[in-house]
């Protein structure tokens, strides 16, 4: 079993409507949750974190988290073209070292 | 300039040569990490350091070496390429504890082994 796992899509969505992205992950005592976003061709970057059960929003973003269900959520309201992206959720389940899930990428159709 | 700085950006190179793969950085971080990207496979950690005196396996080491010449400086060696190396390669770093989590990448070396 994959440390986290993501559904690997590709997720496309009309322009204005959210995008629902789910992410499991096996580590019980994992304590902190982050979601990446990767532009094609382009590097990761950090837009979300979330340490504790329930929601994190910011701005058009929110993030879920379940701890007990072990999984980790990402909504993108009212999305726009340049959400089109890969999204990566990470989990640490230590004070060391990410594990990262494979991806999802969305498509937001204009 | 970039915080995270990977040299080269791209790289084709044959079966068995050896490659060398730099990152500096100028965010003041301890930790410093080398990650491979594959499609369908997302980030696989190669290696990672928490302070010139301190390298660790991650994952996917076999085939890999690294050294951290300074606090700011951690190269990825392959000492004989093959070509299921060939990927996309990420140096990050990050600080400590909570900070661990928030990862700041460069822009990646693309790696092509024929």
């Known amino acids: 079993q994959k440390e986290v796992e993501q559904n690997s899509g590709p997720l496309s969505v009309p322009e204005g409507a959210i995008a629902s992205l789910n992410c499991t992950y096996s580590d019980r005592g994992s304590q902190s949750f982050f979601w990446y976003r990767q532009y094609s061709g382009k590097s990761p970057e950090l837009i979300m974190s979330i340490y504790s059960n329930g929601d994190k929003e910011d701005g058009r973003f929110t993030a879920q988290l379940n701890k007990a269900s072990q999984y980790v959520s990402l909504l993108i309201r009212d999305s726009q073209p340049s959400d089109s992206a890969t999204y990566l959720c990470a989990v640490n389940p230590n004070d060391y070292k990410l594990s990262f899930g494979a991806g999802t990428t969305v498509t937001v159709r204009a | 300039d970039a915080d995270v700085t990977q040299t080269p950006r791209n790289r084709i190179t044959k079966t068995g040569k050896r490659i060398m793969l730099e990152c500096s950085q100028t965010?003041?971080?301890?930790?410093m990490y080398w990650y491979r990207q594959d499609p369908g496979l997302g980030l696989r950690l190669i290696y990672y350091s928490f302070d010139v005196k301190d390298i660790n396996k991650g994952e996917i080491s076999d085939g890999y070496s690294v050294s951290r010449q300074a606090q700011a400086k951690f190269s990825l060696s392959l000492e004989s390429a093959i070509p299921n190396q060939t990927a996309l390669y990420f140096c990050?770093?990050?600080?400590?504890?909570?900070?661990?989590?928030?990862?700041?990448f460069g822009e990646g070396s693309r790696l092509t082994v024929l």
């Open positions: 990050a770093t990050s600080g400590r504890g909570r900070d661990t989590g928030e990862l700041f």
């Open positions: 965010k003041g971080h301890d930790r």
